[in-house]
């Protein structure tokens, strides 16, 4: 999956997608992603395979279940396997972040 790919996909929720950060401040919820280190597949001195790997940030103000069930259900019916860590709550912004790793 590539940048176009990714942005596209996570367009479909109806919140605000950036690359790595907004121009502007948003308010919550809203999504940014950023490209991973890929893990790339090399041997006798060629590279054969580069993945993007991409970590995905959901920013809301308070713990939305439903509007992680959409992401997770739009990743896992698009085919993309993903990881999700725990929820970070900035206490001084007042916002959790959630990240998911595909």
């Given at each position: ?63 939305d279940v439903e509007l ?35």
């Open positions: 999956m590539k940048h176009k790919d990714i942005y596209n996909l996570l367009k479909t929720t109806n919140i605000p997608v950036a690359y790595n950060k907004f121009k502007e401040k948003k308010t919550p919820p809203f999504m940014a992603y950023r490209e991973l280190a890929p893990e790339t597949f090399k041997a006798d001195g060629k590279t054969y395979y580069r993945p993007y790997n991409f970590e995905i940030e959901l920013v809301t103000e308070i713990k992680e069930e959409t992401i997770e259900e739009l990743l896992t019916d698009n085919g993309i396997p993903y990881d999700k860590d725990e929820d970070v709550w900035d206490d001084d912004e007042k916002i959790y972040h959630i990240f998911y790793e595909i």
